[in-house]
């Protein structure tokens, strides 16, 4: 609570009292008129229960202070203010509009995307002197914001370590701003929390009992393995991309000489990333992705705003020029909405004029991914149907950070970053395969027990 960065997340596993954390921290700066401070959840009902934790604690800390339940909001003696926001959809986000808050907390970050989190940056600034500006966060794995949390937090740096990086906003008075601000990852854990232990002592053969990904997530604080992952069955194991056993993810070989068929797979995409892969198939139709060229500007679902006569010259000279591809014919397969001319002259018609073909790709969601899943399932040898050069590191980044809609059963949420997804599926629905009965690698797996809880 007293860590020094401008932002700092505490979590990855349950029962480290990180709600509690928050709800207090916010009280920091309370004795300061001019002060604002905001507690976020994604929906009212789940802010529900750190209104309750703050009616325990700050009646406790200032008696004086009064709680407005229309507003969501608690006044204190010095005339300092904290509320309790949500912002259920995105474009809930207007609401903070033109506000400044010193202190912004958000409880469950993962349930947030990457927009709403930084429209929120830009509203972290000072009501006045003598305030500090800063902003804490809570997680657990999963959740559609996985992928970019635990690129911005856990995988940044080491755990404790204080990371340095570049963010970009829109201030209401200056326009779109970029600053150097630091951050923070500190892990979460069961065993941080000696008095849930005391109360409680259940609480951890409770969190060892559930299924293996919830267990991995909340126990164990794995961001590798969470519950509701759509692509549960991806491995990414370096010990093994040598042999090709037990892991999607491989070494590069040399397939200029292979006895394979090369096919481009593509995704359009402006404002967010285009997505183009290379896929390799070898005769027994085993799939090997080669290479990419992922149109992202670096920020978390940010494309480059390329249009498409830049993109497919770029496509035209990789094709040219690339020793793995040159002199070969490449079928390829696409969103078959690149078609679409309504609005001018269709994506397709532009790749044309630059000599690259596609094929319109079959866009059934539900069937397109199940071919995806049939795809990563491992024979009893440990061997795929599908292997991941080392080298697509957009892919696999993305893949296994989607997660499922709470919408429509079966299909992934669309908020997340789908677009290499996408166009693997239009691939994979161009040479679909049957599902077999699936192996599942074999794990050695070592549970923390530092107080001797489980024993107990």
Same mark, same amino acid.
């Given at each position: 609570?007293?860590?020094?960065?401008?932002?700092?997340?505490?979590?990855?596993?349950?029962?480290?009292?990180?709600?509690?954390?928050?709800?207090?921290?916010?009280?920091?700066?309370?004795?300061?008129?001019?002060?604002?401070?905001?507690?976020?959840?994604?929906?009212?009902?789940?802010?529900?229960?750190?209104?309750?934790?703050?009616?325990?604690?700050?009646?406790?800390?200032?008696?004086?202070?009064?709680?407005?339940?229309?507003?969501?909001?608690?006044?204190?003696?010095?005339?300092?203010?904290?509320?309790?926001?949500?912002?259920?959809?995105?474009?809930?986000?207007?609401?903070?509009?033109?506000?400044?808050?010193?202190?912004?907390?958000?409880?469950?970050?993962?349930?947030?995307?990457?927009?709403?989190?930084?429209?929120?940056?830009?509203?972290?600034?000072?009501?006045?002197?003598?305030?500090?500006?800063?902003?804490?966060?809570?997680?657990?794995?999963?959740?559609?914001?996985?992928?970019?949390?635990?690129?911005?937090?856990?995988?940044?740096?080491?755990?404790?370590?204080?990371?340095?990086?570049?963010?970009?906003?829109?201030?209401?008075?200056?326009?779109?701003?970029?600053?150097?601000?630091?951050?923070?990852?500190?892990?979460?854990?069961?065993?941080?929390?000696?008095?849930?232990?005391?109360?409680?002592?259940?609480?951890?053969?409770?969190?060892?009992?559930?299924?293996?990904?919830?267990?991995?997530?909340?126990?164990? *604080?794995?961001?590798?393995?969470?519950?509701? @992952? $759509?692509?549960?069955?991806? #491995?990414?194991?370096? =010990? /093994?991309?040598?042999?090709?056993?037990?892991?999607?993810?491989?070494?590069?070989?040399?397939?200029?000489?292979?006895?394979?068929?090369?096919?481009?797979?593509?995704?359009?995409?402006?404002?967010?990333?285009?997505?183009?892969?290379?896929?390799?198939?070898?005769?027994?139709?085993?799939?090997?992705?080669?290479?990419?060229?992922?149109?992202?500007?670096?920020?978390?679902?940010? *494309?480059?705003?390329?249009?498409?006569?830049? @993109? $497919?010259?770029?496509?035209? #000279?990789?094709?040219? =020029? /690339?020793?793995?591809?040159?002199?070969?014919?490449?079928?390829?397969?696409?969103?078959?909405?690149?078609?679409?001319?309504?609005?001018?002259?269709?994506?397709?018609?532009?790749?044309?004029?630059?000599?690259?073909?596609?094929?319109?790709?079959?866009?059934?969601?539900?069937?397109?991914?199940?071919?995806?899943?049939?795809?990563?399932?491992?024979?009893?040898?440990?061997?795929?149907?599908?292997?991941?050069?080392?080298?697509?590191?957009?892919?696999?980044?993305?893949?296994?950070?989607?997660?499922?809609?709470?919408?429509?059963?079966?299909?992934?949420?669309?908020?997340?970053?789908?677009?290499?997804?996408?166009?693997?599926?239009?691939?994979?629905?161009?040479?679909?395969?049957?599902?077999?009965?699936?192996?599942?690698?074999?794990?050695?797996?070592?549970?923390?027990?530092?107080?001797?809880?489980?024993?107990?």
């Amino acid at each position: 609570m007293r860590r020094g960065e401008d932002e700092a997340l505490y979590g990855g596993a349950a029962g480290g009292g990180k709600s509690d954390a928050l709800v207090i921290e916010a009280l920091r700066q309370v004795e300061i008129p001019h002060y604002k401070g905001l507690i976020l959840r994604k929906t009212y009902p789940q802010l529900r229960e750190l209104i309750d934790k703050s009616l325990k604690y700050y009646k406790l800390a200032y008696p004086r202070a009064r709680y407005n339940a229309s507003e969501h909001m608690w006044t204190f003696p010095s005339g300092a203010k904290i509320i309790f926001g949500s912002m259920n959809h995105t474009n809930d986000k207007v609401q903070y509009q033109g506000q400044a808050y010193d202190f912004i907390a958000f409880d469950e970050l993962t349930h947030f995307t990457y927009d709403e989190y930084i429209y929120l940056v830009g509203r972290n600034r000072s009501n006045g002197p003598g305030t500090m500006c800063y902003m804490r966060a809570t997680a657990n794995p999963g959740g559609v914001g996985h992928g970019w949390v635990k690129e911005r937090f856990v995988t940044a740096a080491e755990p404790m370590t204080t990371f340095w990086g570049k963010v970009t906003y829109e201030d209401p008075e200056k326009g779109m701003v970029t600053k150097h601000r630091s951050r923070v990852f500190i892990p979460a854990k069961v065993w941080d929390n000696k008095e849930l232990l005391k109360n409680d002592p259940g609480y951890v053969a409770n969190l060892a009992s559930l299924p293996e990904a919830d267990r991995a997530a909340l126990l164990d *604080g794995n961001w590798d393995s969470y519950a509701g @992952q $759509f692509f549960s069955e991806w #491995r990414n194991d370096p =010990e /093994h991309y040598h042999d090709h056993k037990w892991t999607h993810v491989i070494e590069p070989f040399d397939i200029s000489m292979a006895n394979v068929n090369i096919y481009r797979s593509y995704d359009f995409g402006y404002e967010h990333p285009f997505s183009c892969g290379w896929w390799a198939v070898t005769p027994d139709g085993t799939f090997y992705r080669i290479m990419e060229w992922y149109g992202s500007n670096g920020t978390p679902n940010k *494309g480059l705003e390329m249009g498409p006569d830049e @993109q $497919f010259e770029e496509i035209a #000279r990789i094709e040219r =020029e /690339h020793p793995w591809l040159r002199g070969r014919d490449i079928y390829g397969v696409a969103d078959p909405s690149i078609w679409d001319g309504s609005r001018g002259v269709a994506v397709a018609e532009t790749a044309e004029k630059h000599g690259i073909y596609f094929e319109p790709g079959i866009n059934d969601r539900i069937p397109g991914w199940m071919q995806c899943h049939y795809r990563l399932q491992f024979n009893e040898q440990g061997y795929a149907r599908m292997y991941v050069f080392k080298n697509c590191k957009d892919f696999i980044r993305t893949i296994p950070n989607l997660v499922y809609s709470q919408k429509r059963i079966e299909d992934l949420d669309t908020d997340g970053e789908d677009h290499a997804a996408d166009e693997w599926r239009y691939f994979c629905m161009s040479h679909p395969v049957s599902p077999r009965v699936p192996a599942k690698p074999p794990k050695f797996r070592h549970v923390a027990d530092p107080l001797n809880t489980l024993k107990k």
